[in-house]
């Protein structure tokens, strides 16, 4: 190949260089999806491994990218930033030859099919096993989540280079077993981004090597433990995720204290896991607990803080203490819009919390204003096919449904029936509880045979 040669025989160390750059640009981009390649994959890396440098905790282990070969790409200047001149340089290169096409934002790639396949099929056994080592790598860096819109938006963008990054691997048969670091990060991305069934894969194989490595009471083996049962709660699973929660809280209380915040965390979740239980009593009593100590321990504006009081509205809601429940929403959600932001998830919950309070005055008018804000700023930050985008034009159909305006619902609840029945599968509670949502809509508009075939 061209570019090979000018590496080798470039007339000058500058057209070497950039070949170089190309070359190795080119087998990194193999191992990703070739679409939607990002530079801010690489430019986050960078930011991570200088931080983790520096001693500070992020889950990027410097010595162990660096001997990757995807390293050379997260060269920094003096001021510790992406200095982005080598991967340029070999953009460029690239460009030229047309073995990638830039985007119209400027900063994201995509290779042709047919070029990103060649790559990694001209490649030795082992540079392909190193190269696809290396991509991995490059990817558990970037995830430095701190939990904004934006970080949100950027995990979306990543599940399809996680999953053909394994996918390429398996096919070559490559044993591809991800490191500790790797798995959680990987997790924490399958995770917020909704796919539940792929971080509760990634969080077992975290656990039982933390309970090998660490023992039964590290606080991280605690927290592998406490992210397994998130998702256990989240696909529906209450009782397994009881169990592991009653665990982690009982050895925290013993081993970190009761004002520890990763106690505080463990209480926090059992209470949540209690209330989807419908245990009001027992979920109330924790919650009170916890708030009372977030409150001392951190401040009323940590975002912890909120989410307890945003957890006991909740249960005062289930319980039917309006009053009380509506006082907690409002500062909650107050708060949320000052402190972190209108689009951040957890301000997103807080006015969606404060809709359903409406909804159970039957303020629907009320209710509806929240309930369309919640859904398009989801959509767009969180996407389509987020569980919690769904939930919100779930809950909005439900409005819509009490005002009697059934077209409106209607064309809700067949997107999240079909995208539920798609991404969840057919037989999973959320999916069934949107068909009988849609078959009570088609009753009351008088098409009778389509309500029939939902409840057949």
């Known amino acids: 190949m061209a570019i090979n040669a000018r590496a080798v025989t470039g007339c000058n160390s500058v057209d070497a260089q950039a070949a170089e750059s190309a070359i190795l640009i080119l087998h990194t981009f193999a191992f990703l999806h070739y679409e939607n390649i990002m530079e801010a994959i690489l430019e986050r890396a960078a930011g991570a491994c200088q931080e983790s440098s520096h001693g500070d905790n992020v ?37 030229s030859f047309s073995l990638v096409k830039r985007g119209p934002s400027g900063t994201v790639y995509s290779v042709h099919p047919l070029v990103h396949s060649w790559s990694r099929d001209r490649m030795s056994k082992l540079d392909f096993q190193n190269m696809c080592y290396s991509a991995s790598a490059l990817l558990s860096c970037s995830i430095t989540l701190q939990f904004t819109s934006h970080d949100y938006a950027f995990c979306q963008t990543l599940i399809p280079h996680i999953n053909a990054n394994y996918q390429y691997a398996a096919a070559a048969g ?57 998702t256990y709660w989240k696909q529906g699973y209450l009782k397994e995720a009881e169990e592991l929660e009653v665990h982690v809280m009982k050895i925290s209380l013993k081993v970190l204290g009761k004002e520890h915040l990763d106690t505080l965390t463990s209480m926090g979740n059992l ?12 979920a109330e009593q924790l ?10 321990v951190l401040e009323v ?40 932001g209108v689009e951040h998830p957890d301000t997103l919950t807080s006015i969606a919390s404060l809709a359903s309070t409406y909804r159970s005055h039957c303020q629907w008018k009320d209710a509806e204003d929240l309930l369309v804000q919640v859904m398009e700023t989801r959509k767009r930050v969180l996407g389509v096919e987020h569980p ?20 409106e619902a209607e064309e809700l609840l067949v997107q999240v029936m079909e995208t539920r029945m798609r991404v969840l599968g057919v037989e999973h509670q959320d999916t069934l509880t949107s068909m009988a949502d849609l078959a009570l809509t088609y009753w009351n508009q008088d098409h009778l045979k389509e309500a029939e075939e939902l409840e057949s």
């Open 59 to 95: 889950r990027c282990h410097l010595s162990q990218m660096a001997s990757y070969p995807s390293c050379q790409l997260l060269q920094l200047d003096k001021e510790g930033s992406w200095d982005a001149l080598f991967f340029r340089k070999g953009i460029r290169v690239l460009l």
């Open 174 to 230: 490559v044993i591809k077993a991800y490191n500790e670091d790797e798995c959680e990060n990987f997790a924490l991305v399958y995770d917020e981004s909704g796919y539940w069934k792929e971080a509760e894969k990634l969080y077992v194989q975290v656990m039982e090597t933390r309970k090998r490595v660490l023992g039964e009471e590290h606080p991280d083996t605690l927290k592998g433990i406490g992210n397994l049962a998130s």
């Open 271 to 282: 209470a949540s896991t209690y209330q989807n239980q419908g245990q009001w009593k027992e």
């Open 287 to 296: 919650e009170v607990q916890v708030l009372e100590t977030r409150k001392r």
């Open 301 to 340: 504006e940590h975002p912890h803080t909120l989410k307890s009081m945003g957890n006991l509205a909740s249960t005062y809601q289930h319980q039917g203490r309006w009053k009380e429940a509506q006082e907690l929403e409002v500062q909650v959600m107050e708060t949320s819009l000052k402190v972190l």
């Open 388 to 407: 919690d985008t769904l939930t919100s034009m779930g809950d909005l159909a439900s409005t819509y449904q009490r005002q009697s305006q059934w077209k």
